[in-house]
């Protein structure tokens, strides 16, 4: 079994910073692409950042220029440094990664969701 657990997230004001974080734990064999959505009640959860084994990016364009995604292979970690931020990314926030836990299986998981309120 896998667990992806997040940390960071919380209250800051408009243009501020916040960091979130995300580990990945378990039964891993790789992990390849791992990326960080976002839901707002009632909507659906969208893709703001994410980025590949190899390092390769891809963002929202809700979020481009101001949102930074990394990821540390050695520890399964993956990053979202998230600058001059707005209102409107008031949002859960959940980390994805895709797991492998064998050489010949692999399954996309979740955390657990952690919430950030951009509000002065």
């Known amino acids: 079994q896998v667990q992806l657990v997040e940390s960071g997230g919380g209250l800051v004001q408009p243009g501020g910073s916040l960091g979130l974080s995300c580990a990945a734990s378990?039964?891993?064999?790789?992990?390849?692409?791992m990326g960080w959505y976002r839901q707002a009640p009632g909507k659906q959860r969208e893709l703001i950042a994410r980025?590949?084994?190899?390092?390769?990016?891809n963002y929202a364009g809700s979020v481009k220029g101001r949102f930074t995604i990394s990821r540390d292979n050695a520890k399964n970690t993956v990053h979202l440094q998230m600058n001059n931020l707005k209102a409107e990314d008031t949002d859960d926030y959940y980390c994805?990664?895709?797991?492998?836990?064998?050489?010949?299986?692999?399954?996309?998981?979740w955390g657990q969701g952690t919430q950030v309120t951009v509000s002065s």
């Open positions: 994805n990664a895709r797991v492998w836990g064998t050489s010949s299986s692999f399954r996309d998981y």
């Open positions: 980025i590949t084994r190899g390092g390769s990016t």
């Open positions: 378990g039964q891993i064999f790789r992990v390849d692409d």
